[in-house]
T-cell receptor, first 111, second 113 residues
Framework: DAKTTQPPSMDCAEGRAANLPCNHSTISGNEYVYWYRQIHSQGPQYIIHGLKNNETNEMASLIITEDRKSSTLILPHATLRDTAVYYCIVRSNNAGNMLTFGGGTRLMVKP | DSGVTQTPKHLITATGQRVTLRCSPRSGDLSVYWYQQSLDQGLQFLIQYYNGEERAKGNILERFSAQQFPDLHSELNLSSLELGDSALYFC????????????FGPGTRLTVL
């Protein structure tokens, strides 16, 4: 699976948009970009995923560049409960489909 | 609530002992994954089962084994425990499609003293 690079930490003011970048320059054509987050020591929580097109759901938006080498997760109105470690994962559709977690970005939402 | 359940929530045991962690997947999911999260290694994939059969293996130690039963629940067995096995153990479940999302359980925190 392609490796991802994320900033280790970011701060965001409550109520503002949080934009979390991810670089995956070695992504191949059949690999999806997934985002999960982990609040404290809870189980990772699925947020969103995409292949080529931008995606939006009730939690977030995912913007994937045209060359697919990077993406941005957008939390439109961050709240204190969004403080967590956010993981960007590139996943192939090979047999197994395991997730390879990197270090993630520790997002701190501040009042 | 992801729909994936794990028991127990916490487990404290001594070195050299054996423990069993249990996972029940979401209704309809045939695939179960086990992950380990320790302070120094981060989240690591251990093993995957699909409909009772082992499908993929990660960095799982020989002292660890898993199985998936006909009712699709899975158990992770950890034996000859060492201090370094102290970690959070997460189970996830999914379908088998290429885009099937994995949903994680709340985890079992294992402490080896």
């Amino acid at each position: 699976d392609a490796k991802t690079t994320q900033p280790p930490s970011m701060d965001c003011a409550e109520g503002r948009a949080a934009n979390l970048p991810c670089n995956h320059s070695t992504i191949s054509g059949n690999e999806y970009v997934y985002w999960y987050r982990q609040i404290h020591s809870q189980g990772p929580q699925y947020i969103i995923h995409g292949l080529k097109n931008n995606e939006t759901n009730e939690m977030a938006s995912l913007i994937i560049t045209e060359d697919r080498k990077s993406s941005t997760l957008i939390l439109p109105h961050a709240t204190l409960r969004d403080t967590a470690v956010y993981y960007c994962i590139v996943r192939s559709n090979n047999a197994g489909n395991m997730l390879t977690f990197g270090g993630g970005t520790r997002l701190m939402v501040k009042p | 609530d992801s729909g994936v359940t794990q028991t127990p929530k916490h487990l404290i045991t001594a070195t050299g002992q054996r423990v069993t962690l249990r996972c029940s997947p979401r209704s309809g999911d045939l695939s179960v994954y086990w992950y380990q999260q320790s302070l120094d290694q981060g989240l690591q994939f251990l093993i995957q089962y699909y409909n009772g059969e082992e499908r993929a293996k990660g960095n799982i130690l020989e002292r660890f084994s898993a199985q998936q039963f006909p009712d699709l629940h899975s158990e992770l067995n950890l034996s000859s425990l060492e201090l370094g096995d102290s970690a959070l153990y997460f189970c996830a479940s999914s379908g088998l499609g290429a885009t099937d999302t994995q949903y994680f359980g709340p985890g079992t925190r294992l402490t080896v003293l």
